[in-house]
């Protein structure tokens, strides 16, 4: 089977101009000869409200980098903390791409049908109802393990619903024809929820300008200019357990060359911003939200960039994206976290892991960073960069992405 002939249409409720890894991985597949197309839904994330140009009731039909995007009308996520409104965010995806798809791809061949599973998992029944209509197989890329990453974070509480959540991601497993999982640390448990199907480790990569450098315009953001500085990037909510990077700043507050800086949005940015008046953290600071092609360039100016997520199974098994990024700009990283995280940032000799939500352990991991040679910094960034070329480069992620595809395919012919 020949790239150029091979036709995807990948399932995501999130694509481009939100800010998620499947907008790489289509890119990178169009490179390689492959006819890309992708149903998702009107941008809203993360702050909650459509993108210029983009809402109402109606359908939208565009393209972006050679890929047709079919956009089906959704209810937008709005508040973070709300979930009832989330909740009303996924289902109108559901219900909305059940509804508009058949019309929307009518007249269109596919060989597969590929589904980006972000939460919610059940993103993927308009998969399968796609492609009971074309009949086309379905593989499904779990990137959060449902229903335990809803109850990790609060969401639900009842057992019953948890039990009845995980009959329906039963349903999705059983219903791909292949599974790639993010982390290896999620295999136990979709193997007791899909009966054994295929299932493959498949972790994510990054935008190559976190590699190669993109955005040449000058930056300036003045926490990072001077002193050593702890750079925390990314999603400010729940699951990253923002009180204990706070607590270990309080602890170092006297460290008057130490600071940290924060960027990103979430639930928990509001709580971060008053948190840090009312401690009279001087050595804390929030420096806003910066577009994907920046970041590249921010990163390289910390001296070490920090990841963190709360002590909880479900977080122990997933690596968290940022960590590939990190690894990718050649930074020396700490990390509160355990689990998969943790094995990954040691196993690449990239920094140090702490146990996750130990205030006092990410405080002196911090010190004794701070206190080592740069040139031994250097070496952790420098094995990080080795590291993410060996293992998460979107080319050779990319190839082994089209293996699966003909495997697929092959075992769809026979």
């Known amino acids: 089977m020949k ?78 903390n709300n979930y009832l409104q989330l909740s009303l965010n996924y289902c109108s995806f559901i219900i909305s791409g059940i509804i508009f ?59 019953f619903l948890f039990k009845l959540l995980q009959y329906a991601v039963r349903f999705c497993y059983q219903r791909s024809s292949l599974i790639l999982m993010q982390s290896r640390g999620f295999l136990g448990s979709i193997e007791k929820l899909s009966f054994r199907k295929k299932i493959y480790f498949f972790p994510n990569s990054i935008d190559k300008s976190f590699f190669v450098g993109a955005d040449k315009s000058p930056i300036k953001i003045s926490s990072l200019k001077t002193g050593f500085t702890v750079l925390f990037a990314g999603n400010i909510g729940s699951a990253q357990a923002i009180e204990i990077i706070l607590k270990a700043a309080f602890k170092l507050r006297n460290y008057k060359e130490i600071k940290f800086v924060f960027l990103g949005e979430g639930s928990r940015l509001n709580w971060l911003k008053k948190e840090i008046l009312r401690l009279q953290l001087k050595n804390v600071h929030y420096e806003g939200v910066y577009p994907i092609t920046k970041m590249p360039k921010i990163l390289r100016q910390a001296s070490i960039l920090l990841v963190s997520l709360r002590n909880k199974e479900i977080f122990n098994l997933t690596i968290p994206n940022k960590i590939q990024a990190y690894l990718a700009v050649g930074k020396p990283i700490v990390g509160s976290i355990n689990g998969e995280g943790a094995k990954l940032i040691k196993g690449a000799g990239a920094g140090i892991a702490v146990p996750a939500e130990d205030a006092d352990a990410l405080a002196k991991a911090i010190v004794y960073m701070y206190k080592l040679p740069s040139k031994k910094l250097n070496i952790m960034g420098e094995n990080g960069r080795r590291y993410f070329k060996m293992h998460f480069d979107s080319n050779l992620l990319t190839n082994k992405l089209l293996n699966y595809f003909k495997l697929l395919k092959k075992y769809k012919s026979q």
């Open 3 to 80: 790239n150029q002939r091979l036709k995807i249409l990948i399932v995501s409720q999130y694509f481009w101009p939100e800010n998620f890894g499947i907008n790489q991985l289509a890119s990178d597949l169009v490179e390689k000869g492959v006819t890309v197309e992708v149903l998702t839904g009107m941008p809203n994330y993360p702050k909650g409200v459509f993108l210029n140009g983009y809402g109402g009731i109606k359908w939208k039909i565009h393209t972006w980098q050679n890929i047709k995007i079919f956009r089906v009308p959704i209810i937008p996520r709005g508040d973070s």
């Open 101 to 159: 798809s058949p019309f929307l791809l009518r007249h269109r061949k596919y060989d597969l049908i590929f589904v980006y599973g972000v939460s919610p998992i059940f993103q993927s029944l308009v998969a399968f109802w796609v492609g009971m209509i074309k009949k086309n197989l379905v593989i499904l890329w779990v990137q959060d393990l449902w229903p335990d990453s809803v109850v990790a974070t609060g969401a639900i509480s009842s057992k």
